[in-house]
């Protein structure tokens, strides 16, 4: 096993009790997510481009140890192979990108257009839709277009505030005491593939 992974993993006693934070900041997003959708009428029923083909990349070790608390829902078998999809699709990956050619592959939790952790997926998941702005520090306001399916139902629609900064800084914060609590200072940038590898 990694051993940045086992360290994180074997501290369960240190980092549980941070979990339930991250579940009302995810609470957050969702309601915040699903009010604005329900204003634009926008429905996600999945799509040629789905964003679950997208390499997103998840910078905390909170993201990383919820997936890891949804891992164990699931029975043995299931765990298995979707460890084993996720092992093939890191050496796909790899194999692409050493060739040049573009990634777009399916995320190993996504079975039949369904995400199978759904409750415990990364926050760029539950966000990803929906335009939006976000401040980073020492930057100018950043807006974003919803994606494409977004724009082909609702893009006439006048846009309505949807920042995201509020929700960065709230996993920043988090972050860094989950870190502090683990006595780690790496910083991680995983897709859920890897994750998977690791757990
Ligand atoms: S974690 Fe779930 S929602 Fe996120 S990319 Fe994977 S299958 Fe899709």
Do not use: W
């Amino acid at each position: 096993m990694n051993p940045l992974a086992e360290k994180i993993i074997s501290q369960e006693e240190k980092y549980s009790g941070f979990l339930p934070r991250l579940e009302l900041i995810y609470k957050t997003m969702d309601d915040q997510y699903n009010e604005l959708s329900r204003y634009y009428g926008f429905c996600c029923t999945g799509c040629d481009d789905n964003c679950c083909f997208t390499r997103f990349y998840h910078h905390t070790f909170a993201e990383y140890l919820y997936i890891k608390k949804g891992l164990e829902t699931l029975d043995p078998e299931n765990r298995k192979e979707i460890k084993e999809k996720a092992f093939s699709i890191c050496r796909q990956t790899s194999e692409l990108d050493q060739s040049g050619l573009q990634v777009h592959l399916l995320c190993p939790l996504n079975y039949g257009g369904m995400c199978v952790l759904y409750a415990y997926r990364p926050m760029i998941c539950r966000l990803h839709g929906l335009p939006h702005e976000l401040v980073l520090p020492g930057r100018e306001k950043r807006l974003s277009p919803g994606c494409d399916e977004f724009e082909s139902q609702c893009g006439t629609k006048g846009y309505v505030e949807f920042d995201r900064t509020p929700f960065y800084a709230s996993m920043a914060e988090l972050e860094r005491d989950i870190k502090k609590a683990l006595d780690i200072s790496e910083r991680i940038k995983m897709t859920v593939a890897e994750m998977l590898t690791t757990l």
